[in-house]
């Protein structure tokens, strides 16, 4: 699989990167498939993969531990990320010092680890100076617990404003972003990915498949609900107008996927990692199918009339439900708290 360099720090990672949020209870209770899935990943050549404490409340974490574990470490580019919720204490939640050395201790026990390579934050925490947060970030790559940190959905203001502290404090920099992207969201054109090119960062999107919209599963006749604790039911109703737009859209892209003669779902993760500034699209399965089924994208090479058609069906930094950017985050907070 062909291996992208993560921003400047010369570090080289596949393409697709396995994301693990629907490996414990909020996709596969299934341990042992899920192992399955991990170590068919890496067979097919992913080095890259993906995980966070609140997944399954530290269960997706374990799990990638146990995967890992007998001598395939070393070979895996191995990310985490802090920062939601993991119970009612007021200091579990956040990226004050103390939630990210609490929290990277835990993860690190999770896994089975001594180190992680890059470790995110996995929201701004507007409760705490970036000052602060960097502070800590930068201590733990000097005692080499982590490799190198990164943050998700955060802003292009708030890049820049990371950037700047880092460069008046002598901090170590964020070196990437984890935002989301798909053919229905990219809103992230206009302004993070720019950013994110001027100060050299990587970019790893999630959700190429919007959610489960562009799936391939869905028609005018016939929806179904999430298939997982980490979605909630709305997210599907296409009684809400914003809803009926992606089901439209991924009716049309369907169609368009079937002319060029793949299936949807490639279609959607090959446009992702098709853009110049993505260093690797997260790929989520549940199950072995959902695996190998977006595993074939990383060999699709679309052509420009491919998408060009794609722009005229949502157009470059467009995204169709402008307040829903995150498609899972009111999840995770909600999964956290049930722990």
Not at 118 to 140: F, K, M, S, V
Not at 157 to 167: G, L, N, P, T
Not at 240 to 266: C, F, R, T, Y
Request: charged residues 25%; negative net charge; contains cysteine.
């Amino acid at each position: 699989m062909e291996q992208r360099i993560l921003g400047r720090t010369g570090v080289s990672v596949s393409k697709l990167c396995l994301g693990a949020m629907m490996f414990g209870e909020w996709g596969n209770k299934d341990h042992d498939e899920s192992l399955r899935i991990i170590h068919r990943a890496l067979d097919a050549g992913i080095n890259f993969v993906d995980t966070a404490d609140v997944y399954s409340a530290g269960e997706s974490e374990e799990i990638v531990g146990k995967a890992l574990a007998g001598g395939r470490r070393g070979d895996v580019f191995l990310a985490t990320k802090v920062g939601f919720p993991m119970g009612e204490d007021p200091h579990s939640r956040g990226c004050s010092r103390r939630r990210i050395i609490r929290g990277v201790e835990d993860s690190l026990r999770r896994l089975g680890t001594d180190w992680i390579d890059l470790y995110q934050l996995h929201r701004p925490d507007p409760q705490t100076d970036i000052d602060e947060t960097l502070g800590a970030l930068t201590d733990l790559v000097h005692q080499g617990k982590i490799r190198y940190f990164g943050h998700s959905t955060f802003p292009a203001s708030e890049i820049v404003e990371a950037q700047a502290v880092s460069e008046r404090r002598g901090h170590e920099r964020f070196r990437c972003e984890q935002p989301p992207y798909s053919i229905l969201t990219r809103e992230i054109e206009k302004d993070v990915l720019p950013t994110l090119h001027r100060y050299g960062m990587g970019a790893i999107s999630y959700g190429p498949l919007a959610g489960g919209w562009l799936s391939g599963r869905y028609t005018r006749e016939s929806t179904e609900g999430p298939t997982s604790g980490a979605r909630p039911q709305d997210r599907f109703d296409v009684s809400v107008p914003e809803n009926q737009q992606k089901l439209e859209a991924a009716i049309v892209l369907g169609e368009l996927a079937d002319e060029a003669g793949v299936s949807l779902v490639e279609m959607s993760i090959a446009f992702v990692l098709r853009h110049p500034a993505i260093t690797a699209a997260i790929i989520g399965p549940r199950t072995v199918e959902h695996l190998d089924s977006q595993l074939g994208a990383a060999e699709v090479e679309l052509s420009d009339d491919v998408l060009d058609r794609i722009d005229e069906i949502v157009a470059p930094g467009r995204t169709l439900n402008p307040a829903d950017n995150s498609w899972v985050s009111p999840a995770l907070e909600a999964g956290a708290r049930r722990r």
